[in-house]
C-alpha cells in the first residue's frame, strides 16, 4: 500500500469482521487456541475443550438429607399424633446430613419430630420410603454429560466437575494478548509529561479489557513513530500471541505507520471501518497471527476492543461471546448522528416514573471519562439521523438493573456542589447514584416538563423581576407540579489568569480589543446572566470576540481559560480555583433543584435531602470557595 493512501473504505463492522475471519484462515492462523489440561481447581473462567463426563456418581451412595435417624418407612405406617409408633433401639439408625445410609433403612426422619421415652424413638407421622433421602447419582450419575466443549468454567461448574470425580480438566489456555504502544508523544505511566505529551493510558485499559475477557495480556514497550522500529516490534511480538494490538498510528496522518507496516509485513484486510468512534480501525494479519490496529483516542480504543477483538477472542476459545443485557431506555435529549456510521454513544441511567431513561454524555473520542460515567451503550444504526428527545431505544447495558433503579437522575444546570453530592451520597451507600447531565438550566426544566428526570438545576434570572428560576416555572413547565428546594447561594463572576494580567474590572472590560472571551451554551443561566448583564450595561453581543464559543460547564470554561485560549469566561469561583485562576466578582445568585412532584417525597430522593442537613456536608462545600449554604435543603417552593 502507498505510504500516502488514505483509508481503504468505510466498511460496516459485521463486513469488516467477515473479512478478518477469511483473512485469518487464509493465513492459517489456528481456528482454536490449543487444549491443555489443568487441576480442577485452576480451570475457573477457562473454556472446556471437550465434553466433561461424570466419571463417578454425586452422590456416590444413597445419603441422609437430614439429621435424624434413619429408620424403614414401612414401620412407620399409621403412626399419627394420637397413635404414635414406637420404635425399638434396634429399629433406627442416628445419621447426620451427608452420612450414607444404613443397610435395611429407606427413609429419614428429622430430629425435631422424633420424640424419645429413654431409647425408644416415637414417630408421631407416617414417613413414605426415601423422604430426605439423597439417592445415588441424584446429582449425576457416573458415564453422565455434565458439559458441552466451549462452556466457560464457573464457580459451580468447576465444583459439579469435582464432586462428579474429575481431578483436571481439558481447556483451552488464555489466549495472549499482545500490545505495542506508538507514538513519539507517549510516555509511559508514572514518567512526567510536558507540552505535546500524553501518558500511554490506552495499554493499560486494553491489557485489562483483554484480561476481564479471560486472557493474558503483555504490554511491550513504547515504539516512536518510526515505521522500521514499529515493524520491527511487530514481527518479534507476533511469534508470541494469539492477538496483536498496535495502539495509535492506524489513522492516515504523517506518522500514522500501523496500516502500511501490516501491509508490508502481512495482509492489510481493512483500513477504516464505519463506526464512530473507532472509525480508523485497521485489521490484518502478519504470519499466522491477528493484527488489530486500535485509534490513539482512548473511547475509540476502548469500543474497537469490544467491536472487534471479543469476538475473535471469544472465537479462539470455542466460547460463545460475551453479551450484556438489554433494555428499552427514552432519550433525554436529542441526539444527532452522521449518516453512513455506526454511532456508539455513551448514556447515563435512571428510572424515572417507571420509565429507564437514557442521557448522552460528551461524544468526544477521547472523552475517556465518558466511559467511566457510562451506564450503558447505545448505538445509532449508519442509516438514522439520530433520535429526538423523548424516543424510546435500545440500550447494552453496563451497570445492573438495581444500580440504575438507584440512580437519581440530575439534568440542568452545572454545578460542583452536585459533583461533590454524587462522591457523598455513594461513599454513604454503593447502591445510590446521583447523575447529573449539563444540558443549561432551560434544558434541565425541559427535561423535567417531559418526565426525563428527577430534578433539574436551575439558576435562571428573570430580567424582568430580578428574580431566579420561579418565573420560568409556568412559562416552562406548563402546569406540571414541582417543588423547589435551595441548594446554595454562589458566586459568579470573571474567571482570569492568575495574576488577572489584563486588569480585567467586570463585564463591561469584555470588549477590550484583543480580549478573547468564552461563554457558556444556550439555555445555561450563566448565559442569561451575561446577556442580562451586557443589556443593563448597553453592550452588544456582537462587540465580545468569542461570544459565540461555547463550553458545557464551568470546569470547562476555567480549562479554557487556564490553557490561555480565551482571556476570561463567566463562572462560578470553585471552578476558578480548581485551576489556579483569578476571580473577579459579578454577582451572588441561589442556585436552585426544582423537583418533580412525586419524587420530591420518595426513598429515592431521602438520602439526598438528609445529605444536604449534614453539617459535615455543608462544610465540605464552604470549602469549596464562593459558596453560602446557609439555606441549603430550605424548600423554596
Known amino acids: 500500500m502507498p505510504a500516502d493512501s488514505p483509508f481503504i473504505r468505510d466498511v460496516p463492522a459485521a463486513r469488516a469482521l467477515r473479512a478478518w475471519r477469511d483473512a485469518r484462515e487464509a493465513a492459517g492462523c489456528p481456528a482454536r487456541i490449543p487444549a491443555v489440561r489443568v487441576p480442577v481447581q485452576q480451570a475457573a473462567g477457562l473454556v472446556t475443550a471437550g465434553p466433561v463426563w461424570a ?14 435417624i434413619a429408620v424403614r418407612a414401612a414401620d412407620t405406617l399409621g403412626a399419627s399424633e394420637t397413635t404414635p409408633v414406637h420404635l425399638p433401639p434396634d429399629a433406627y439408625d442416628a445419621v447426620d446430613t451427608g452420612d450414607p445410609m444404613p443397610g435395611g433403612r429407606d427413609a429419614v426422619v428429622m430430629r425435631e419430630h422424633v420424640h424419645y421415652q429413654g431409647k425408644t424413638a416415637e414417630i408421631r407421622a407416617a414417613v413414605p420410603p426415601y423422604q430426605h433421602v439423597r439417592s445415588i447419582g441424584e446429582d449425576v450419575s457416573a458415564g453422565e454429560l455434565l ?5 466457560r468454567l464457573r464457580a459451580a461448574d468447576v465444583a459439579a466437575a469435582a464432586a462428579a470425580g474429575a481431578t483436571d480438566l481439558l481447556v483451552r489456555r488464555r489466549p495472549v494478548v499482545t500490545i505495542v504502544p506508538t507514538g513519539d508523544e507517549v510516555r509511559p505511566i508514572g514518567e512526567q509529561t510536558g507540552a505535546g505529551e500524553i501518558t500511554d493510558t490506552n495499554s493499560l485499559m486494553l491489557a485489562t479489557q483483554a484480561r476481564e475477557a479471560g486472557c493474558e495480556a503483555h504490554c511491550l514497550p513504547i515504539e516512536p513513530d518510526d515505521p522500521e522500529r514499529i515493524a520491527a516490534a511487530v514481527k518479534a511480538a507476533v511469534t508470541g500471541c ?48 491477528p493484527v488489530l490496529g486500535a485509534p490513539g483516542y482512548p473511547v475509540s480504543a476502548a469500543l474497537t476492543f469490544d467491536i472487534f477483538a471479543g469476538p475473535l477472542l471469544a472465537e479462539l476459545t470455542g466460547a460463545p461471546p460475551r453479551q450484556r443485557p438489554r433494555a428499552t431506555a427514552r432519550l433525554a435529549r436529542k441526539l444527532a448522528s452522521p449518516l453512513g456510521l455506526d454511532d456508539w454513544v455513551r448514556v447515563r441511567l435512571g428510572v424515572v416514573g417507571g420509565v429507564m431513561v437514557a442521557t448522552p454524555l460528551p461524544r468526544g473520542a477521547g472523552v475517556l471519562t465518558s466511559l467511566v460515567r457510562a451506564d450503558g451503550l447505545l448505538v445509532v444504526p449508519a442509516g438514522l439521523e439520530g433520535h429526538h428527545a423523548g424516543e424510546e431505544v435500545g440500550i447494552e447495558l453496563l451497570r445492573g438493573f438495581d444500580e440504575i433503579a438507584g440512580t437519581i437522575v440530575a439534568i440542568g444546570s452545572h454545578d460542583l456542589v452536585l459533583d461533590l453530592a454524587a462522591s457523598a451520597l455513594r461513599a454513604a451507600d454503593p447502591m445510590v447514584t446521583l447523575a447529573s447531565s449539563n444540558v443549561g438550566s432551560l434544558g434541565g426544566l425541559v427535561a423535567l416538563r417531559d418526565g426525563l428526570c428527577h430534578l433539574a438545576g436551575s439558576h435562571l434570572l428573570d430580567p424582568a423581576t430580578g428574580e431566579y428560576t420561579l418565573p420560568y416555572l409556568d412559562r416552562v413547565l406548563g402546569g406540571v407540579e414541582v417543588s423547589v428546594v435551595r441548594l446554595v447561594h454562589r458566586d459568579q463572576g470573571l474567571m482570569v489568569a492568575s495574576g488577572n494580567p489584563l486588569g480585567l474590572e467586570g463585564i463591561a472590560d469584555l470588549t477590550r480589543p484583543g480580549l478573547r472571551y468564552v461563554n ?22 456582537d462587540d465580545i470576540d468569542g461570544y459565540a464559543r461555547e463550553e458545557p460547564t464551568h470546569l470547562a470554561v476555567a480549562a479554557a481559560v487556564a490553557a490561555g485560549r480565551a482571556g476570561a469566561g463567566l463562572g462560578i469561583m470553585a471552578a476558578a480555583r480548581a485551576f489556579g485562576l483569578d476571580f473577579v466578582p459579578v454577582t451572588q445568585e441561589p442556585y436552585d433543584l426544582v423537583v418533580a412532584a412525586e419524587a420530591m417525597d420518595s426513598p429515592l430522593l431521602a438520602p439526598l435531602w438528609s445529605l444536604l442537613r449534614s453539617d459535615r456536608f455543608q462544610a465540605s462545600v464552604t470549602e469549596l470557595g464562593g459558596y453560602s449554604t446557609k439555606e441549603m435543603g430550605r424548600r423554596v417552593r
Do not use: K
Request: hydrophobic share 40%; charged share 20%.
Open 147 to 151: 458439559l458441552p466443549e466451549g462452556h
Open 55 to 68: 466419571v463417578r456418581s454425586s452422590p456416590p451412595f444413597d445419603a441422609a438429607g437430614m439429621d435424624g
Open 242 to 289: 494469539d492477538l496483536l494490538i498496535i495502539v495509535a498510528g492506524s489513522s492516515a496522518g504523517r506518522d500514522d505507520y500501523t496500516a502500511r507496516v501490516v501491509a508490508e509485513h502481512g495482509t492489510l484486510v481493512v483500513h477504516g471501518v464505519a463506526v464512530r468512534p473507532g472509525h480508523p480501525v485497521v485489521l490484518g494479519v502478519v504470519g499466522d497471527t
Open 520 to 541: 457558556r451554551q444556550r439555555g445555561a443561566g450563566t448565559r442569561v446572566l451575561l446577556d442580562y448583564e451586557l443589556g443593563r450595561l448597553g453592550v452588544s453581543p
